[in-house]
Nanobody, 124 residues
Framework: EVQLVESGGGLVQAGASLRLSCAVS????????VGWFRQAPGKEREGVSCISKTVNTTYIMDSVKGRFTISRDNAKNTVYLQMNSLKPEDTAVYYCSTEVACGSTWFSEFVKSWGQGTQVTVSS
């Protein structure tokens, strides 16, 4: 059974950076794409970024392109979301999941259950 632990969130000022981590266990990490999602208060969850199992393909949603970068370290079974130039509208709980598939221009999820996520709060 897959286990996911999100970390790295916090309270920062606009323009700051954070790096989120998604530690994956219970599965063969190399066999899975991993995606990041976020949910702001009163809004639906949205897919932010995804990285394929081969690392050859990454997806980044338009509103964070140029600011967010996804990467994975297969030796550490961890996927990272580097978030730069943060804006107040990036405030949300961020979640990761392996129940995803993605290409460079698309991102699909079939997530059955969500973890606790990590809170990112960006003040203006």
């Amino acid at each position: 059974e897959v286990q996911l632990v999100e970390s790295g969130g916090g309270l920062v000022q606009a323009g700051a950076s954070l790096r989120l981590s998604c530690a994956v266990s219970g599965v063969t990490f190399d066999d899975y794409a991993v995606g990041w999602f976020r949910q702001a208060p009163g809004k639906e969850r949205e897919g932010v970024s995804c990285i394929s199992k081969t690392v050859n393909t990454t997806y980044i949603m338009d509103s964070v392109k140029g600011r967010f970068t996804i990467s994975r370290d297969n030796a550490k079974n961890t996927v990272y979301l580097q978030m730069n130039s943060l804006k107040p509208e990036d405030t949300a709980v961020y979640y990761c999941s392996t129940e995803v598939a993605c290409g460079s221009t698309w991102f699909s999820e079939f997530v059955k259950s969500w973890g606790q996520g990590t809170q990112v709060t960006v003040s203006s």
